[in-house]
C-alpha cells in the first residue's frame, strides 16, 4: 500500500455515499443498501476499510444530493487542491486495496482512467487535475459520464471482478456474499490485481 509520503503526490479518493438507494428498497430490502448487512458489517463499512487499506487520501461525500453528478462535484470541490481525483461508489464493498493503489499509480498519459474487468467498465474512474473544472460543475444523474465523453479516456484492465460488482438490488448483496466466501475458502488473501495499460476508448 503507499505510504503518506506518496499519497500526497497521487489522487484523492472521493467515497460517493449521498444516492438513495431506492433500486434496493424496491426489490425486498428493508434498509438502506449502504447499511445493509455484508457478511457481518455494513456495505459501507466494507468499501470504507478498503480505502483505509490502500492508504490514498480520501473524502467520504455522504450528503444529501440531487445526482450524482452534483455529488461528484460537491466533492471535487471539498478537494479541489488535489493532484486527481478516483470516483468510486460506496457500493462497491468488493473492490481490493490494491486494485485502487494500482489505479492510482499508474502513468496518466491522458486525462481519464476507466478501469476494466472482462469487458465492463468499472469503478474508480480516475481523473486528472486538468478535469478539476468540469468536474466541479456536474450535475444531474449522469455523474462523470460528460467529462469522461469529453476526454480521450484510456482504459486499465484489472483482474478484480470487485471494480464491478455493485450493490443495487437484494439479489446484488447475495451475489456479493458470495463471492466474499469464495474468497474466504481459499484463505482470504488479497491478490494484486494484473493490471495492463494502454487501451483508449476514445
Known sequence: MVTADEAQHLPVLLV??????ERFTASG???????????????????????????????????GHPGMGDS?????????DAPGWMVLPADLPLIRPQTLVEIARAPMA??????????????????????????????GNQGAAPVVAAQAAMKFIVSDAGCV?????????????GLLAER???G??????????GFKIK
Not at 31 to 38: F, I, N
Not at 111 to 136: I, K, M, T, W, Y
Not at 165 to 177: F, G
Open 29 to 63: 430490502g428493508t434498509t438502506h443498501k449502504l447499511q445493509a448487512d455484508l457478511c457481518g458489517k455494513p456495505v459501507l463499512q466494507h468499501t470504507l476499510d478498503t480505502v483505509r487499506a490502500s492508504g490514498l487520501r480520501w473524502h467520504l461525500e455522504d450528503a
Open 110 to 139: 491522458v486525462n481519464v482512467l476507466v478501469p476494466s474487468f472482462e469487458g465492463q467498465r468499472g469503478h474508480p474512474v480516475r481523473f486528472a487535475a486538468a478535469c478539476g473544472d468540469a468536474l466541479a460543475s456536474l450535475q
Open 72 to 80: 461528484i462535484a460537491a466533492a471535487v470541490r471539498a478537494t479541489r
Open 165 to 177: 460488482v455493485d450493490i443495487d438490488t437484494v439479489e446484488d448483496l447475495r451475489r456479493a456474499a
Open 16 to 21: 460517493l455515499a449521498s444516492g438513495r438507494g
Open 184 to 186: 474466504a475458502e481459499v
Open 188 to 197: 482470504g488473501s488479497e491478490i494484486a490485481p494484473q493490471a495492463t495499460y
